[in-house]
């Protein structure tokens, strides 16, 4: 059973910055893909950024394209998501999740973290 922590979230204002950190247990042969989603309260969660372990795929969602940025650790294990300009349309709970498809649905996603929240007041 892989098992992902994320950590990192918190309470900030508008135009604060966040890291969150997604440990990974193990990197199974065939999930090459992480991807941070959030979710809004009452909605189904959405893609935030995917990379590839390999570093080599990337993708953003458009609405945190050129604020947000994802990286990965390979030694460590672990994918981060730094969060820069936040907004208070930002607010969510954060997960992480592993998977074989390099995919914005996050039912192609079969590990997942507890999620973390991140709260952007104005």
């Known amino acids: 059973q892989v098992q992902l922590v994320e950590s990192g979230g918190g309470s900030v204002q508008d135009g604060d910055s966040l890291r969150l950190s997604c440990v990974v247990s193990e990197r199974t042969s065939g999930r090459n893909y992480v991807g941070w989603f959030r979710q809004f309260p009452g909605r189904e969660r959405e893609a935030v950024a995917t990379i590839s372990w390999s570093g080599v795929a990337i993708v953003y969602a458009t609405s945190v394209k050129g604020r947000f940025a994802i990286s990965r650790d390979n030694a460590k294990n672990t994918v981060y998501l730094q969060m820069n300009s936040l907004k208070p349309e930002d607010t969510a709970v954060y997960y992480c999740?592993?998977?074989?498809?390099?995919?914005?649905?996050?039912?192609?996603?079969?590990?997942w973290g507890q999620g973390t929240q991140v709260t952007v007041s104005s």
């Open positions: 999740a592993t998977g074989s498809r390099f995919s914005p649905n996050w039912r192609d996603y079969d590990f």
